[in-house]
């Protein structure tokens, strides 16, 4: 099976998308969002939609960054640079601004499951900071000179959706009273800034040491 990373490629990769799928974003917020206003299960409909437009995502870097490959090696080397910059801006800005979880429990007349999963998707596609994320973080797992890199990528996606839909899933079910608890232990989000900054900022330092070699 060419299509499977390394053990430890994949551990790693599982790590970080554990910290990012438990790290606040927008994604996040809505679904949390949703559940306090409508439910939880309109709040899972959310979470199916983020992770639709997740897939969009991994389908356009695997067959982009694929063809990156098979035209220009030395591009992808610059892309995985220019990711491993990203990676550190992401643990600067974690540790200078910090995480937020604003959600304000405001009634609403319930949408359908369709309207639901839309607003998860159009939130997850066009959030710019997705967008780059991915084109920057997946990369970082597969190397140019891989026949199956457009398989790995299919693949690193497919458990990203894996590994973040149960992490949402349980926020959502958890949702009262972890709003509560996390705006009322500020350090707690605190210490996720410092995790995820160390652990990108080590992801960023060995891609630049590998490819100084």
């Known amino acids: 099976m060419d299509f499977l ?46 992770s639709l437009g ?11 960054i694929s063809a990156l490959i098979t035209a220009s090696p030395t591009a992808f080397l610059i892309l995985k640079t220019g990711g491993a910059a990203y ?25 359908t499951a369709l309207a639901n999963i839309s607003s998860g998707f159009w939130v997850n596609l066009l959030n710019p900071k997705v967008i780059i994320f991915f084109m920057t973080f997946l990369p970082q797992f597969v190397s140019a000179g891989d026949p199956a890199v457009t398989q790995k990528l299919l693949f690193l996606g497919l458990c990203f959706i894996l590994i973040g839909m149960p992490v949402n899933a349980s926020v959502i079910f958890a949702a009262d009273w972890l709003t509560s608890w996390l705006q009322n232990n500020k350090k707690v989000l605190r210490g996720m800034d410092y995790t995820f900054a160390g652990v990108f900022s080590i992801f960023a330092a060995k891609i630049l ?5």
């Open 209 to 213: 040491l590998t490819q100084a070699r």
């Open 5 to 50: 990373p390394s053990l430890p490629t994949l551990a790693a990769f599982a790590a970080a998308t554990l910290l990012l799928a438990a790290t606040p974003g927008p994604d996040m917020t809505l679904s949390i969002s949703r559940a306090l206003a409508q439910g939880k299960k309109a709040a899972l409909f959310v979470v199916v939609g983020t």
């Open 87 to 111: 990676l550190f801006w992401l643990a600067v800005h974690a540790i200078r601004f910090g995480s937020k979880l604003t959600v304000a429990k405001v009634e609403a007349q319930k949408g």
């Open 54 to 64: 997740i897939v969009v995502h991994t389908m356009l870097v695997a067959f982009g």
